[in-house]
């Protein structure tokens, strides 16, 4: 075990009872989790990821076995002490942003900070406004959620994420809804994210996003069957800049077709 | 390291432990914003409902209040003895058929109880009242000098007819305003004419002031007043009374005065103790009582009804609430999932609905005031809005934002964050 290890997993498993019958979603898992890691959690569908990241972020619990979360047996904890840990030490990021609608930029980020009590108003305005800033997003803070692009709202969920600091961003298909190229623009800012430290999981399908991050898990029927690091670790930012040249080519074609 | 932080944890999870109620109330009112069109639909059923609680109260308080005011204009000490209605032979008779009061029982009275301050014997008749070529039908009422002062009436001009004239029987009289308007022309001054009524000519030697409409929609300023001896002598051509009219010493005295009296008309009327009365006493307090228990009894039927419109609009608060919840899943699980506690979202709920209700409670008490003042001022009704009124209704609105809020903020509270959130 590792000193700055944050995550550990012994023996996980989570069985779902399911009328008379019993769906092991998770069987003996063992994982650590370091600070600074950048995980791609992968496999088919219904294999398990999103089972074991709901167990990672606190919102459910384990059928069986051990779950330490920096420092702490998640596994004793009551409702209420979850909700503390998910708030902060948590960040999450949805497929589908959940935004609250017709609310700022701004207020949204700041949502989180708002359930907790030691963050004083003028703390927690320029937290959400530094999160925001992080993710590119200076200049939207007052822009209402639902007149913004899939993509900036999803960086708007991001910037949600990372206003408490938390231990670890789990990120479930965050890419899930995104074309190519906005996807890309997501993973790069994850990379720099990841760059200036922050610990980050994330589920995906795509092999071909699994290959932005450092290290992949794989599950298959509930157990984790492979775990590989990442050799040769693209940069999203080049494959973005690529994208847009061949974006670009192929619309000088078209123009050359139409001349 | 695992295991090292644990302290830490456990002190940072102690700190956060109580979520401050001023944020849960900043994220209630951003709720209520965010979704302007349902929180006034909500906030309409409270509307509705406080507002007619109040213009309701305020119709009923007011013409209770008027009614009270009303018969005590006609006087508090009045106190009135009418001939018994009883059935002869089986066949019930009229009021105006027993023939039973007599001017000596008035003197009886006037000799022997000392708690009556007035007394006046009281003869009426209806009839025809001509001015030049002016008619009016009308009514003749008639007592000796104090009757005007036990029926509350004031001489506006002129003068009250005096004893000499009582003696004599004399043909003058007093006109109520109404009378005047419809038998001289504008600037007439009625002191000094002669009016015919029935075709007796009558010298008219006073005005009267006017008193509006009594308790039963009665014009009060519709009548002649003549002196009791000339109505006897040359209109109803009867020795007997209508009524016998006095005023107690004082309110409090009423019921000594009526049981002095009573025992002075048995006397008077020569009864056996086996006799039963041949007379009725009746106290303008108990005709104050009835008017006001029936008035009463309005009033509760219309806040009652006004009530009933609470309750339903506090039904409409749950409704919404209840469906925004199940609209709203997502979001509860999205609060729960970056932290929220099942009690915030409870108090998050609950907030909301209370507000509704209170910001409803206090435009409908706005709109209330504004209702029952226009009610006055197109219908002229009597309008009365007591601080009770709004106090009551209020309260019970916010009670009501409380009790119909719980439930759905219950339910939202008790949510699976991870159902919550994968809810479409
Ligand atoms: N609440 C639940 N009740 C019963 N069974 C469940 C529940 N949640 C998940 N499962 C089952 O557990 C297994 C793992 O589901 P999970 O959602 O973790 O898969 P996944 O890897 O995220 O799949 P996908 O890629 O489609 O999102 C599945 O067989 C699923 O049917
Ligand atoms: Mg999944």
């Known amino acids: 075990m590792k000193s700055n290890s944050i995550i550990e997993l012994k023996s996980l498993s989570k069985n779902y009872a399911v009328g008379t019958e019993t769906v ?24 398990g990821k999103s089972t074991l990241l709901n167990i990672l972020g606190c919102l459910d619990k384990p059928t069986g076995g051990e779950y330490w979360l920096d420092g702490t047996n998640v596994n004793s904890l009551k409702r209420n002490q979850l909700a503390n840990i998910r708030n902060t030490k948590i960040g ?16 949204n980020v700041e949502l989180p900070l708002l359930y907790n009590s030691g963050v004083s108003n003028k703390l927690r305005r320029e937290k959400a406004e530094n999160a925001l800033e992080a993710v590119g997003l200076a200049d939207r803070m007052k822009h209402l ?38 996807s890309f623009e997501i993973m790069s800012l994850f990379q720099e994210l990841n760059q200036n430290g922050i610990t980050i999981g994330f589920v995906t399908h795509e092999p071909d996003i699994a290959a932005f991050t450092k290290r992949n898990i794989v599950f298959r029927d509930g157990r984790l069957i492979k775990d590989n690091g990442v050799k040769n670790i693209s940069s999203a930012q080049i494959a973005l800049e690529q ?9 000088k074609l078209e123009l050359a077709y139409a001349g | ?30 709720a209520i914003k965010r979704n302007k069109t349902r929180s006034f639909l909500t906030m309409l059923g409270i509307i509705i409902g406080v507002a007619s609680v109040i213009s309701m109260l305020a119709i009923g308080e007011g013409s209770n209040a008027s009614i009270k005011e009303q018969i005590s204009t006609m006087g508090t000490n009045l106190i009135h003895i009418q001939p018994a209605s009883r059935s002869r032979g089986g066949v019930q008779q009229g009021r105006e058929m027993s023939q039973t009061l007599e001017v000596q029982d008035a003197d009886f009275i006037r000799e022997n109880c000392d ?33 005007t002062y036990i029926k509350k009436y004031d001489v506006a001009s002129g003068r009250i007819y005096n004893s000499q004239e009582i003696k004599s029987a004399a043909k003058v009289c007093l006109l109520g305003q109404t009378v005047v308007d419809n038998l001289f ?15 007796i000519p009558f010298k008219v030697i006073g005005v009267l002031a006017e008193k509006g409409d009594n308790t039963f929609g009665q014009d009060q300023d519709d009548i002649i007043l003549a002196p009791y001896t000339t109505v006897m002598k040359r209109i109803t051509r009867q020795t007997y009374l209508r009524a016998i009219v006095m005023s107690a010493v004082s309110e409090d005295e009423i019921d000594t005065a009526s049981a002095q009296i009573e025992g002075a008309m048995r006397i008077s009327h020569k009864l056996k103790d086996t006799d039963e009365n041949d007379f009725e006493i009746r106290t303008q307090q108990e005709l104050m009582s009835t008017f006001g228990s029936i008035s009463e009894m309005m009033l509760v039927l219309l806040g009652s009804i006004s009530a009933i419109s609470l309750i339903v609009g506090g039904i409409g608060i749950m409704n919404i609430m209840y469906v925004s919840v199940t609209e709203r899943t997502r979001e509860i699980g999205l609060r729960l999932a970056i932290g929220g506690k099942g009690n915030d979202i409870l108090m998050q709920f609950l907030i909301e609905a209370i507000l509704l209700s209170v910001i409803g409670g206090i435009i409908g008490v706005g709109l209330g005031i504004f209702a029952s003042n226009t009610v006055e001022n197109i219908m002229g009704w009597p309008i009365l809005i007591t601080s009770d009124a709004i106090l009551l209704s209020f309260l019970f609105c916010s009670f009501i934002g409380v009790f119909f809020g719980w439930y759905p903020a219950k339910k939202a509270s008790a949510l699976d964050p991870i159902e919550a959130l994968r809810h479409e």
């Open chain 1, 24 to 47: 092991k979603a998770l069987r003996d898992v063992n994982l650590i989790i370091e600070a600074g890691e950048f995980i791609a959690i992968m496999g088919a569908s219904g294999s």
């Open chain 1, 92 to 107: 999450f990021v949805f497929q589908s942003y959940n935004l609250l609608p017709r609310t700022t930029a701004l207020e």
């Open chain 1, 145 to 182: 959620s639902n007149q913004m692009s899939g993509g900036q709202q999803q960086r708007v969920a991001i910037a949600r994420s990372l206003v408490n600091d938390p231990v670890i961003i789990l990120a479930d298909e965050a890419t899930g809804n995104l074309d190519t190229k906005t």
């Open chain 1, 243 to 251: 994208l847009k040249e061949e974006e670009n080519l192929q619309e």
């Open chain 2, 1 to 30: 390291m695992v295991g090292r932080h644990s302290q830490i944890s456990k002190l940072l999870i102690n700190q956060v432990d109580k979520m401050n109620t001023l944020n849960l109330i900043k994220v209630a009112i951003s």
């Open chain 2, 115 to 147: 708690k009556i301050k007035a007394v006046s014997p009281e003869v009426d008749g209806s009839g025809q009242v001509i001015f030049g070529s002016n008619n009016w039908p009308t009514q003749i009422i008639s007592g000796n000098e104090e009757y």
């Open chain 2, 185 to 199: 022309e504008d600037g007439v001054n009625p002191i000094g004419q002669t009016v015919r009524f029935n075709k």
